[in-house]
């Protein structure tokens, strides 16, 4: 990746960050919206071939399971595997190094919820693991694979973008450089690494946390930060709408501007940023892995 394109990669994360007063670094933004399944056949296994000399046996008995082909017709797959419910929509995935911390964002009959590997998603259906692009269910036994809208995995399909290169791609807009990349643009250095752009966030939020709101368009409200009618564009292409509220951050209630500073060196520190966002009632969860 570029420069430029780190700068901006840095510059976006800082945007959803700061909504609790907290800013980040690179990182793959591991969230997706809208949903879509599709069923993949479970992988069959080989048979091993013998290394070791065996017994003679009578080949009456192994002719008779037809090794070689019979005229009968094989049920179709689709008459013998368990299908995917039609009502399960995969809305979102958090994928960490550890797969046991991992998270799916499934809905369920249009209940949303989160489930980690190894929970009951639905009757007869558990969650095997989570991947950037589709999760693998199992249904009634057999391995089932769910995924985003538009996943189609053949010869024509594009190449998964990283994370870093999807947040490259959403910063790229017709109308010039955000708010936020105008006032960096003053300056005549600007950080080269993580921990830089961390640092200069924070003496930014210590000196002045309700201009950086304003530049961002956050409003503090009792309930958390509401994203202002008017905003930086990088809010939008995260996902957000004017009106969301943001609630918590990494488990914190959020929205007191003085009290919020605190949270920054320690969501810093703790390698994710975790926020929730109440839209029309419901809460969305993204996550945001700091390296």
Known sequence: MTNREDFRFFRWLILILATGSVAAGAAPLTWHLGGHHEIEPPPVALPVQATQDAEPIDLADTLALAPFGSTQVAPAAEET????????????????????????????????????????????VTLLSVAQSHVMLDVKGE??????????????????????????????????????????????????????FIDMWRERIRANPAEVLDTIGLVPTDNGYRIADEHDTGVSRAGLQAGDVVTTVNGQAVGNVEQDRALYDSVAASGIARIEVERNGKTIVMSFPLQ
């Not at 990283?162 to 600007?190: C, F, H, N, W, Y």
Request: glycine residues 8%; charged residues 30%; hydrophobic residues 40%.
């Open 81 to 124: 595997a368990e299908a995917i419910p039609l009502d399960l929509v995969l809305l979102g995935v958090i994928v960490r190094d550890d797969p046991a911390r991992s998270l799916a964002l499934i809905a369920v009959s249009g209940e949303e919820a989160n489930y980690r590997t190894g929970d009951t998603v639905a009757e007869d």
């Open 143 to 196: 391995s089932r694979r769910l995924a985003f809208a538009g996943e189609e995995f053949d010869e024509d399909t594009p190449k998964v973008l990283t994370g870093a290169e999807r947040l490259a791609a959403l910063m790229v807009t017709a109308d010039g450089p955000s708010i936020s990349e105008q006032v960096d643009a003053a300056q005549k250095s600007r950080p080269t690494s993580t921990r830089g």
